[in-house]
């Protein structure tokens, strides 16, 4: 239903995102990653809720600065989530990827905090979202052009197949792929075992005359379309490259980039639920920074070089 305030059902999505835990614990936690205690903390308060997780900041009496994010019961199972951001963010550091670094994590609620948590330093600089609508647009440009450079740092990473990256000791172990790799992929099969029924998208509600959806009309839905999607891979032997899995940030927007005074890109954040996928599902224009109305750059359109005519 849609209360006063406009909110659709903000009962239910209070209690997806009630999330119950220890203060003093997450501060313990927190603290000790960087061999300190409680006692060495200066301020704890909440940076942001987002749609899967709420972010708190711990500064220390010298000013260190540590966030710590604790994901929802909705962003479910949370323990996979945990892992995968984890192992995502290290992942595309080697690679050179300018990611905060994370200290610590839990993917289970036996922990002093309570709940799963992931801590890491918090990321320097100031968020894009603070300057770009001021910023001239030479400024602007040269943005874009060091955010194309660290996309092609993520596509250059090899990766075995497609999917969300997770340590292996953190994996059951019936998710576990008989591989050398450190890191592994987990399949959409884990709908079958945890999916629940709930809403659809706003805008496909209509469909489902307002109820919720039953996950097994989902897992239906998936097992027709595996049935026609080798018809829909690209098949020619000069467009292969388009299958290679490949890892995108699943947000970026101006507020998960941070940038220093001099407008050098010092962090991406927020890469809960980044999974790789092949090329041509990936490629595109992120929407924060589309031309809208520009068909070119929504059909990628290679842009050429203009050939200048000049009449004396």
Not at 117 to 144: C, V
Not at 216 to 227: C, D, G, N, T
Request: proline letters at 7%; a neutral charge.
């Amino acid at each position: 239903m849609v209360n006063v305030s406009g909110r659709y059902n903000e009962a239910l999505r209070l209690k997806e995102r009630y999330l119950p835990f220890n203060v003093i614990g997450l501060q313990e936690v927190a603290t000790k990653a960087v061999n300190k205690t409680s006692k060495d903390v200066a301020v704890f308060r909440k940076l942001a809720e987002g749609g899967f997780s709420r972010t708190f900041v711990i500064t220390m009496k010298y000013g260190m600065e540590i966030i710590a994010r604790l994901p929802y019961p909705v962003a479910f199972p949370s323990s996979l989530a945990v892992t995968s951001e984890v192992a995502t963010l290290r992942l595309v550091k080697l690679y050179g990827v300018p990611v905060p670094n994370v200290l610590d994590y839990s993917t289970t609620k036996e922990n002093p905090a309570g709940a799963e948590y992931i801590t890491m330093y918090k990321a320097q600089g100031h968020e894009l979202g603070d300057r770009w609508f001021s910023l001239p647009d030479l400024d602007r440009a040269k943005i874009i052009g060091r955010l194309s450079k660290i996309e092609q740092n993520l596509f250059s990473i090899p990766l075995p197949a497609s999917g969300s990256i997770f340590y292996r000791k953190d994996l059951a172990p019936q998710f576990q792929l008989k591989s050398s790799l450190e890191l592994n992929f987990v399949s959409g099969s884990l709908l079958s075992m945890h999916a629940q029924p709930r809403f659809p998208a706003r805008e496909y509600r209509e469909f489902t005359n307002y109820q919720k959806s039953d996950p097994a009309e989902h897992i239906e839905s998936l097992q027709k379309y595996l049935k026609i999607a080798p018809y829909l891979l690209p098949t020619s032997a000069e467009d292969q490259y388009l299958l290679k899995p490949t890892l995108r940030h699943p947000d970026l927007n101006h507020r998960n980039i941070f940038v220093d005074s001099g407008l050098q890109i010092s962090s991406l954040t927020d890469w809960q639920h980044c999974s790789a996928a092949p090329l041509f599902l990936q490629a595109g224009v992120p929407g924060d920074f589309a031309n809208f109305g520009d068909e070119d750059s929504v059909q990628l359109k290679k842009p050429e070089r203009c050939q200048e005519t000049h009449h004396f």
